[in-house]
């Protein structure tokens, strides 16, 4: 959590003062990519704020209206910034440049819009090497998009896919700016404009998609599933395990359950021993499973012996 909330601090600053300076360009050359590029930075500035508002919310501890606590609720928040840079990002962009592809102006002293673009690319830049290093530091040796596609922490991949369209975007705004000003074209402006608004259309899109599927509700690594079941066969007196289920209720909050077959031989009070050593052994080797419900199959089809693990 720590190293996430790193990565959106240091977007976050980096927000702040980028847009700052596009709104400064745009207001005083009148270009419609610097101003898109302004709205850009406010919409990725007030994600950053949501996803800290996310975080904290998400480590409340668990009440009776929330037996399992809120760790999921950083899910809704990275979907809600999804939603927002595309409404409040893309869409706005979008209607931006084609206003001015259809009733062009003349771009006034381009060079001001070419320093802060500059400026811009530096500050965005460095704000994207820290997500990419953190998210280097929790992927190791791991293809990017199989990352994020198996992340369970979105904190991290969705600033990434924000500075990533920040630099796109930027890269749009200088190509539309420098032709505009060459060729005597300031439609051109209007359209690095939409250009910049299909392109946070289409981050938001993968990241809503990315987060949906957390929201709803995804299981743990098969390696972490691999290793309980490898603990509960361990366990006294298992002869066998089946069914094992698991869902993230949060990041670093996993609950699963699984079907235990006990030796007959075990008493009551046995297998009670038996479950609470199992419980402790997974929770010794996997920090992030929270909830470990087992149920004896002998009763299985009465009641569900289980053992919730200590926050």
């Known amino acids: 959590m720590a190293g996430s909330k790193t990565v959106v601090f240091a977007a976050l600053g980096a927000n702040l ?16 990519a610097m101003l898109s590029e302004g709205i850009h930075s406010l919409v990725d500035t007030a994600n950053q704020i949501l996803l800290l508002i996310g975080m904290k919310r998400s480590q409340r501890p668990a009440d009776a209206r929330h037996p399992f606590g809120y760790s999921r609720e950083i899910y809704f928040w990275s979907f ?87 630099l796109l975007g930027l890269g749009a705004a200088l190509i539309g700016l420098s032709l505009a000003h060459l060729l005597d074209m300031p439609a051109l402006d209007g359209v690095a404009s939409v250009v910049i608004g299909v392109i946070l ?14 929201i709803i509700g995804e299981a743990a690594f098969p390696s972490v599933l691999t290793d309980i079941e490898r603990l509960i066969r361990a366990g006294r007196g298992v002869d066998d395990v089946r069914d094992i289920n698991s869902v993230h209720l949060g990041p670093h909050d996993i609950a699963v359950t699984a079907a235990v077959d006990f030796d007959d031989r075990l008493t009551a009070a046995d297998v009670e021993r038996s479950v609470a050593d199992i419980c402790a052994a997974v929770q010794k080797a996997q920090a992030d499973v929270r909830h470990l419900y087992l149920a004896p199959t002998a009763f299985a089809s009465r009641a569900a012996s289980h053992s919730s693990m200590p926050r």
Do not use: Q
Not at 19 to 30: C, H, I, R, S
Not at 108 to 126: H, K, M, Q, T, W
Not at 207 to 214: D, H, P, S, V, Y
């Open 201 to 214: 259309i289409v981050a938001s899109s993968l990241l809503a998609r990315e987060t949906m599927g957390l």
């Open 80 to 166: 809600v910034v999804a939603v927002l840079l595309f409404a409040a990002g893309g869409a706005v962009a979008v209607y931006e440049g084609v206003h001015k592809i259809l009733a062009p102006e003349p771009i006034e002293d381009p060079l001001v819009n070419y320093a802060i673009l500059g400026v811009a690319i530096a500050l965005e830049f460095s704000s994207f090497l820290v997500a990419r290093r953190e998210f280097r530091r929790t992927n190791p040796g791991c293809n990017w998009w199989r990352a994020i596609r198996e992340a369970k922490d979105p904190v991290t991949f969705v600033v990434l896919f924000e500075d990533t369209a920040a």
């Open 17 to 32: 003062g980028i847009a700052a300076a596009k709104f400064v360009g745009a207001a005083l050359t009148g270009s419609s």
